[in-house]
């Protein structure tokens, strides 16, 4: 049998043909015009992708270097600072901000679980400089509430800045990003926007950039102060990713012809994508038998999945790849061995969900042991799909 790979991790995700034809094109110099003009473009079309009137700045880096930046930039040491948690990407929040002589309180959430309102209430103070924290636990694959948090903050420390990485959030869920006040919102490019890794985006109010000019903790490369001055004028402030930065273009300008040409409504669309495509996952994986880790508060990113007791969901992973090349992620941390993980951001449709269940009746099944009727997690998803294309969604 033929094996075509295929991809289902939550980072690198399926690359966008137009992107990699463009990247293989995009031999040019970074400070000529045809760079400025690629540039502006895509920065101007970053603002309406985040949903934000607010500078949008792009980094050559991954993203925990904008998530480095994120508290570089606004910190001074010695600096209280509130972390938000609930998996491996939460934690990065507490060591970045212990890197840079900050003092982080943390509010925790179990594994799987997304945060208690009340709890965040009960820690956050009015001297927090900043409030870090998640929209989609990528480890977990768990999706905070955003907004609600977004709320407290505002009530209890207004003058707390918000900072949120929405690197697998970003074309997977619906932000206000001015209407909720979120500070800095970050992204990557491994993740909706379909390109490969090499490029961090992030959003920045004006609140922030106030901040920045009181902030005593060092800054060079991740300046974000000379990105913005030198984005003005179509530039960046070191060698940028010439070939990513065309990629993204060409992979916004297909996001927006989904929608007849309107990147917004194409950003909406590819959110929808992604929420259709995770809701028939799950319903598929529960079909086999299996359980969601994250039952409570699922993400559209990706579906985290429980094997059944005494398994190991490395063994479902291996399998996978070695019988169909399909790759997915094992868990990360003391979730390695309990949980894998299954993507739905950015270049997926309905028959890559379809193709994913079906060779998950087959590893259940030969593999696991499971009794399986095949077609029954196709059966379910489909369901899911007719359901949610008949009324609209």
């Not at 196709?378 to 969604?393: H, I």
Request: net charge neutral; with cysteine.
């Amino acid at each position: 049998m033929i094996h075509k790979t295929r991809l289902y991790t939550p980072g690198p995700t399926p690359l966008l043909p137009a992107a990699q034809f463009a990247m293989a094109a995009a031999d040019i110099h970074h400070r000529t015009p045809e760079f400025r003009a690629l540039f502006q473009k895509v920065l101007a079309q970053l603002k309406v992708f985040v949903g934000t009137k607010n500078d949008v700045l792009l980094l050559s880096s991954s993203g925990t270097g904008a998530m480095e930046a994120s508290v570089s930039n606004l910190t001074s040491p010695g600096d209280r600072v509130l972390v938000l948690t609930a998996g491996k990407f939460g934690e990065r929040w507490t060591g970045l901000a212990k890197a840079f002589s900050c003092e982080p309180d943390v509010v925790a959430a179990p594994y799987g679980e997304t945060f208690n309102l009340a709890a965040i209430r009960a820690a956050l103070k009015p001297e927090h400089r900043a409030v870090y924290m998640q929209a989609t636990e990528t480890s977990t694959a768990v999706r905070h509430d955003v907004e609600a948090i977004a709320k407290l903050i505002h009530e209890v420390a207004p003058e707390a800045l918000l900072v949120v990485d929405g690197i697998t959030g970003l074309g997977t869920t619906h932000f206000d990003v001015d209407g909720w006040g979120i500070d800095i919102l970050i992204g990557g490019s491994q993740k909706a926007v379909m390109i490969p890794p090499g490029l961090a985006y992030l959003s920045v109010s004006e609140k922030a950039w106030a901040a920045m000019e009181k902030s005593k903790n060092p800054r060079y490369y991740f300046d974000l102060r000379k990105e913005r001055k030198n984005a003005v004028k179509g530039e960046s402030a070191y060698t940028p990713a010439v070939a990513l930065i065309a990629g993204l273009g060409a992979a916004l300008d297909y996001i927006a012809g989904q929608a007849g040409g309107d990147l917004e409504k194409g950003r909406i669309a590819l959110i929808d994508n992604a929420q259709v495509n995770a809701a028939a996952t799950r319903a598929g994986l529960v079909a086999l038998g299996f359980t969601l880790f994250a039952p409570t508060a699922p993400a559209a990113a990706a579906t985290a999945v429980a094997v059944p007791e005494g398994m190991d969901s490395g063994a479902v992973v291996k399998a996978l790849k070695a019988k169909f090349a399909l790759v997915t992620a094992n868990g990360q941390g003391e979730m390695q061995g309990k949980i894998f993980r299954v993507a739905h951001l950015g270049f997926f449709d309905y028959l890559d969900t379809v193709a994913l269940l079906g060779a998950m009746e087959h590893i259940a099944k030969d593999t696991l042991g499971l009794k399986v009727e095949y077609g029954q997690a196709v059966a379910a998803a489909q369901k899911v799909y007719a359901e949610r294309v008949n009324s609209g969604q």
